[in-house]
């Protein structure tokens, strides 16, 4: 296996810019018109807190989170290239994001996924997070599933 390296960043990083515009027209291909109600909720700028993963040079995949309150960070842009899943990426940049969200102070992860995205419901129910309500921007969202765990 290749190995795969872990880059703290920031939200203008060309490569997270780049991973985060394929994670768009998957979004779109797999919701279509719905993704115009979430287009807005996921509007990342000014984020310092990202992490990309990259395999021989190349980024692969990515993850980010933003304060939700003064005790939990919400996980956003998780993103892993199709033909780099199945190799636990995802679950690397989460729990890069968690040890992180932690060294700042957050006690609690929050996020938000779809109901679609059964791969990123297993990877949040296999790394500890258990359904919540929906929060703040998806309250009312049917299609929105939301975790949380505690750091």
């Not at 290749?2 to 880059?7: D, E, G, H, S, T």
């Not at 939200?11 to 109600?37: C, G, H, K, V």
Request: charge should be neutral; include cysteine; hydrophobic fraction near 40%.
């Amino acid at each position: 296996m290749n190995a795969i390296n872990l880059k703290h960043t920031n939200s203008q990083d060309p490569d997270f810019r780049l991973l985060i515009t394929e994670l768009d027209a998957e979004l779109r291909a797999t919701y279509d018109e719905l993704m115009n109600t979430y287009d807005q909720h996921n509007i990342i700028e000014k984020i310092d807190t990202v992490v990309i993963a990259y395999v021989e040079g190349r980024p692969v995949g990515c993850g980010c989170f933003k304060a939700f309150d003064k005790d939990a960070a919400e996980v956003k842009r998780m993103y892993v290239r199709p033909q780099f899943r199945g190799m636990r990426i995802s679950a690397m940049v989460l729990n890069e994001l968690e040890v992180w969200a932690a060294s700042l102070g957050y006690t609690r992860m929050l996020l938000e996924t779809g109901e679609k995205q059964l791969a990123a419901i297993s990877l949040y129910q296999k790394g500890g997070y258990v359904k919540s309500d929906n929060y703040g921007p998806y309250v009312g969202l049917k299609t929105s599933l939301c975790y949380s765990k505690t750091l």
